[in-house]
């Protein structure tokens, strides 16, 4: 049996599970979803979502690592034979799309950082030599306002793969030695994205009318939450921001001696996440009411334009401020995807009985930098198609919405029934109360029985049956789209099954393991 990582401490595991939960999404995502669901209608179905599944959820998929000692797909296996083993194969695939274009947006994230150190992001605009020419009916220079143009002028060039690629090469280095790498990383990485995060806030609070924004994210709406697509977005929003239905909670703990108090640790990890979320969200809200910006709904126009944005109309210091957010976005998103990159090379070092990790590690990068760098590839399509203008914009987009939407919360569902089923969530229960010190209630139990499974097939009814009446995915992409769609939703189904059955069923071997 090959050598499996270890954290050197309790604390290692903390910093790094709560980087893999700290990400983009604190940062922007919960900010945009906030702002589309009307602001105070977001965050009472959040908290709701955060206690009746995303904590229970978070601490099962910790007892899965402590219990079992193995990455997520053999943890599953211990837990509900091979079946179980697809369905953790096929959260990890599905995961990997997820980081193929997170780290595609990480990549955006890094030539804008570099823009930020220049002149030319902070322009009134620059030349788009993406919307074609001028004379021949494309928009002319100085049509499209900075950040935007800088943006879209980066997206339309190869040096965006560039900078995709070179995320890639800081994930690899990271996870090189597995566990101790990933901590001497996030050591460094936390505290700064913890200290910057609260430079920030002090910046947005002090801003003339910023605090009217503070006010709008915590008064609630009641109205709104009549809105089961509030619902939907906050469930969604929590498994992505605790990093759960990745199959990565289950290998950190892994890396850790069987007898620790995981109850515990999730408890600190989901509020360390929320805590740092609930501060983004106050930085950018009342950065948005100060300068009385409205976003468009999209994620990445809040990353990319409107805090950039904001921050160009700073009275002072708006290129340090500039540099600041990027490299914030930067650390943050760093530790998270390292956390899938590393879950990933460990469940396959555990199914292949692998000595090294090395040429599983490349390869997983390799493909990854692959599949990252078509998301970037910045060829120009149909306008007609989206208001978006690339390619890899609009496949980006498409895969979000199957893998985020859909992914995530179908891996959390059969997690739940696994364990609720077919181990026996009493199983998972007792053994992190032998030795925790923080016992687990016995109405965890029927948490993972009833409620999660019933509110998660909810969940995917409701999404399944908007998709039926508004024809796939028919909200950003309508008639000229479909076959994107439908493409999308066939690589990421496809591929994911795919990967899943060949590992599964064609890498013999593993019979004689137990937890
Ligand atoms: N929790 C992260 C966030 O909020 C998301 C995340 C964690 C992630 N691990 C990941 C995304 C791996 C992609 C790949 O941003």
Redesign the pocket.
């Known amino acids: 049996m090959s050598e499996r990582s270890q954290w050197s401490s309790k604390l290692g595991f903390i910093l790094a599970a709560s980087g ?8 922007v ?2 900010s945009a979803n906030a702002y589309r669901f009307g602001a105070g209608a977001f965050y009472v179905p959040y908290l709701v979502a955060l206690f009746v599944v995303g904590l229970p959820v978070l601490v099962l998929e910790l007892g899965l690592g402590s219990w079992s000692g193995r990455s997520f797909p053999e943890a599953m296996r211990l837990a509900g034979g091979r079946p179980a083993e697809l369905a953790g194969w096929f959260g990890l695939g599905s ?1 990997t799309f ?2 193929m274009y ?2 595609t947006i990480l990549g955006w994230v890094l030539g804008m950082w570099v823009g930020a150190l220049g002149e030319d992001l902070w322009a009134a605009s620059v030349a788009l030599p993406a919307f074609g020419d001028a004379a021949a009916g494309g928009l002319p220079a100085g049509a499209v306002p900075n950040p935007i143009a800088f943006f879209f002028d980066m997206l339309s060039s190869w040096r965006n793969v560039a900078f995709v690629v070179l995320v890639w090469v800081a994930n690899l280095v990271i996870t090189w030695r597995g566990a101790s790498s990933i901590e001497a990383a996030v050591k460094l990485f936390v505290p700064l994205m913890w200290v910057f995060m609260v430079v920030m806030i002090l910046r947005g609070v002090t801003l003339d009318g910023g605090v009217q924004g503070v006010y709008l994210l915590f008064t609630p709406d009641f109205d709104a939450m009549s809105n089961p697509a509030v619902w939907h977005g906050a469930f969604s929003q929590i498994f ?4 759960l239905g ?1 199959g ?1 909670m289950t290998a950190y703990a892994s890396y850790l001696p069987a007898r620790s108090d995981q109850a515990a640790s999730g408890l600190m990890i989901a509020s360390m ?1 929320c805590a740092f ?1 609930f501060i983004a969200g106050l930085a950018i809200f009342s950065m948005l009411f100060a300068f009385s910006m409205v976003p468009k709904a999209s994620t990445l126009s809040m990353m990319f334009f409107i805090v950039p944005q904001g921050i160009a109309s700073f009275p002072t210091g708006a290129k340090l401020f500039g540099v600041l957010f990027f490299t914030l976005l930067l650390v ?2 760093l530790s ?6 590393e ?1 990933l090379t460990s469940a396959l070092q555990d199914k292949l009985r692998a000595k090294t990790r090395a040429g599983i590690l490349v390869a997983v990068c390799v493909v990854g930098a692959l599949g990252s760098a078509l998301f970037a590839w910045p060829k120009v399509i149909d306008p007609g198609l989206d208001g978006d203008g690339t390619m890899g914009l609009t496949f980006l987009d498409l895969m979000d919405h199957w893998a985020f939407s859909y992914g995530l919360l179908l891996t959390g569902l059969v997690e739940c029934v696994v364990v609720g089923w077919v181990l026996g969530p009493a199983k998972i229960r007792d053994f992190l109360n032998a030795h925790g010190r923080l016992k687990i209630p016995a109405g965890f139990d029927a948490l993972v029985k009833w409620v999660i499974p019933g509110v998660l097939i909810g969940l995917l009814i409701y999404g399944v049956v908007g998709e039926v009446r508004d024809g796939l995915y028919g909200v950003a992409i309508a008639g000229a789209g479909r076959p994107y769609a439908i493409g999308a939703l066939a690589v990421w189904l496809v591929g994911s099954l795919g990967f899943a059955a060949a590992v599964t069923f064609g890498v013999p071997g593993d019979e004689g393991v137990t937890p």
């Open positions: 893999s939960a700290i990400g983009l999404g604190n940062i995502f919960f995961a997820i980081t997170y780290i992505f921001t605790l990093s990745f990565i996440n979320e943050a998103g998270s995807s390292v956390s899938l990159v879950a």
